[in-house]
């Protein structure tokens, strides 16, 4: 017997679901990518993709997935040779170093714990170490969507000014952007990327770069530098320029009809949004521990993402619950990378999530612990709802 019909639903961790709207907006016949209503869409997107990092910098629209935005960053502000810290919280960073080192870049590791955020006094330290200053840039995500850390991107920057270091800050707001708070001029960030299928509800396709005067001055001198990517080439006059070549017209359309929606939530309600049901999750997942099997991969509380938790298990296959709320329920949660493959899964909370989607999620998982006779503290599911009820006001 299963209990599942329809669209499944993902809670992983991108690509997250799709709004109809969204959907909808691509229902319709390509522009002629030279007419004014192409250039304006261009326009519009570049001018509120501003408004999302909260910057007055330059930002680019790539045709490329997370991976293409790294490469993207990376390319228009280094040089062969160049040595850059990478902030280790989980997975993500790393995988952006790697890419930077298969680059010629030469890549050293703050080292990190999985279970931790990034430290910004051991950032500090190590920049105080660099007297020379060699290390050209400290990269580091906001949220590592394989541990769950949600790192404090301001206090980073601040450790990066107290050092009196010149490196250029480049961070990666994958998971995080449109989801929580993220003020990049405010923060002194020089260079953000994100993607287009988590929290900004578009498919899976675009990324985007953001930058400042110190990054485009970098940028001057930068020899990794490819046609694709340029930020100089994409400044063209003629608008095929900004894509170096034939506009993603459809994935234009959507990421519009996304960014639409979220302004007119505002994105102070989006980020309360995702804070609450966030907490709800981590409500359930306390509870659930209680049974000893599992846990938070993230230690200390201030330190778990409002996008997604990291679930560890001890004691029991979390690749049979994730088959069960799969295949019995259609709800899909995330698997355990990296270091924690095959002792974790991951509830991904970002998006286009409400609360019948979460409740739902949580519902579907507390049941699936019953059904695999899992040990697990009961009630998980009440206490999400309970603190809902809570902190959402009856007015
Ligand atoms: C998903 C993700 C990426 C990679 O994005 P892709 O689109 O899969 O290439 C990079 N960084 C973070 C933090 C992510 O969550």
Redesign the pocket.
């Known amino acids: 017997m299963v209990v599942r019909a329809g669209r499944e639903f993902l809670a992983i961790?991108?690509p997250t679901t799709m709004p109809d709207e969204v959907l909808r907006a691509m229902h319709r016949p390509a522009l002629d990518i030279y007419s004014d209503t192409m250039v304006q869409l261009t326009d519009g997107l570049l001018r509120d993709l501003g408004q999302l990092f909260a910057t007055q910098g330059r930002c680019y629209i790539y045709i490329a997935?997370?991976?293409?935005?790294?490469e993207a960053a990376l390319s228009n502000v280094l040089s062969r040779g160049d040595k850059i810290l990478v902030l280790e919280s989980g997975r993500?960073a790393i995988?952006?170093g790697q890419a930077a080192a298969a680059m010629g870049v030469e890549v050293e590791v703050l080292p990190g714990r999985w279970h931790r955020a990034v430290d910004p006094a051991e950032v500090e330290a190590r920049l105080r170490q660099d007297t020379q200053h060699n290390i050209k840039a400290v990269i580091c995500?906001?949220?590592?969507?394989a541990s769950s850390a949600v790192n404090d991107i301001e206090a980073i920057g601040k450790a990066i000014r107290a050092a009196g270091h010149p490196a250029l800050y480049m961070v990666?707001a994958?998971?995080?952007l449109a989801c929580m708070p993220f003020e990049m001029d405010a923060w002194g960030i020089d260079v953000t990327m994100s993607?287009s299928?988590?929290g900004l509800m578009a498919p899976?396709g675009l990324?985007f770069v953001a930058t400042n005067d110190r990054a485009r001055a970098a940028h001057q001198t930068a020899n990794l530098r490819t046609p694709y990517w340029d930020w100089t080439a994409r400044e063209g006059a003629e608008h095929y320029m900004k894509y170096a070549g034939t506009a993603p017209v459809h994935l234009l359309f959507a990421q519009r009809a996304a960014i639409d929606m979220l302004l007119d939530e505002t994105l102070p309600n989006v980020f309360t949004r995702h804070r609450l049901l966030a907490e709800a999750v981590r409500r359930a997942v306390a509870v659930w521990a209680e049974g000893g099997v599992l846990g938070f991969n993230i230690a200390r509380p201030e330190e778990r993402a409002d996008t997604v938790t990291t679930v560890t298990v001890d004691g029991a296959d979390p690749a049979a619950l994730q088959r069960y709320c799969k295949d019995k329920c259609g709800v899909v949660l995330g698997t355990g990378i990296g270091e924690l493959r095959g002792r974790a899964f991951r509830i991904a909370h970002m998006g286009h999530i409400n609360a019948p989607s979460i409740l739902g999620t949580l519902g579907v998982i507390e049941m699936s612990l019953a059904a695999l006779d899992i040990p697990h503290g009961k009630g998980g599911t009440q206490a999400a709802i309970a603190y809902l009820a809570a902190a959402v006001a009856a007015d």
Not at 65 to 70: D, E, F, K, S, V
Not at 141 to 145: E, G, I, R, S, Y
Request: proline share 8%; aromatic share 12%; no cysteine.
């Open positions: 961790p991108g997935n997370g991976h293409g935005g790294w993500f995988g952006w995500v906001q949220v590592d969507t990666d994958v998971a995080s993607a299928q988590k899976p990324s």
